[in-house]
Nanobody, 124 residues
Framework: QFQLAESGGGLVQPGGSLRLSCSAS????????IGWFRQAPGQERERVSC??????MKSYSASAHGRFVISRGSNMAFLQMNSLKPEDTGVYFC???????????????????WGQGTQVTVSS
């Protein structure tokens, strides 16, 4: 059974950091691009970042650019989040999609497998 599981969320003060992890079981991530998505209360799910199969092509939302870093390896994906702001609060999901090249133009609806999410709360 293909499963994704996120971890690393929590409560952090503004300006703090968190590192989210996404682990895969039942399949290998080698053939998949990986995306991190955030869903804030009352808002639609939005893509924060994604990383291509090669690991060399990465994409970030405007709000994440310069503060978040996505990486992958050992059948996992990571999202290092620095200089966190209250507006970063939400449930963070990882998801995967089979795409040969970059992932920046792949819509969320195309992602094939999703984790259950991990809560990130940025508050003083």
């Amino acid at each position: 059974q293909f499963q994704l599981a996120e971890s690393g969320g929590g409560l952090v003060q503004p300006g703090g950091s968190l590192r989210l992890s996404c682990s895969a079981s039942g399949f290998t991530l080698d053939a998949y691009a990986i995306g991190w998505f955030r869903q804030a209360p009352g808002q639609e799910r939005e893509r924060v970042s994604c990383i291509a199969v090669s690991g060399n092509m990465k994409s970030y939302s405007a709000s994440a650019h310069g503060r978040f870093v996505i990486s992958r390896g050992s059948n996992m994906a990571f999202l290092q989040m620095n200089s966190l702001k209250p507006e970063d609060t939400g449930v963070y999901f990882c998801a995967v999609v089979r795409v040969k090249l970059g992932c920046s133009s792949v819509p969320a609806t195309s992602y094939e497998y999703w984790g259950q999410g991990t809560q990130v709360t940025v508050s003083s």
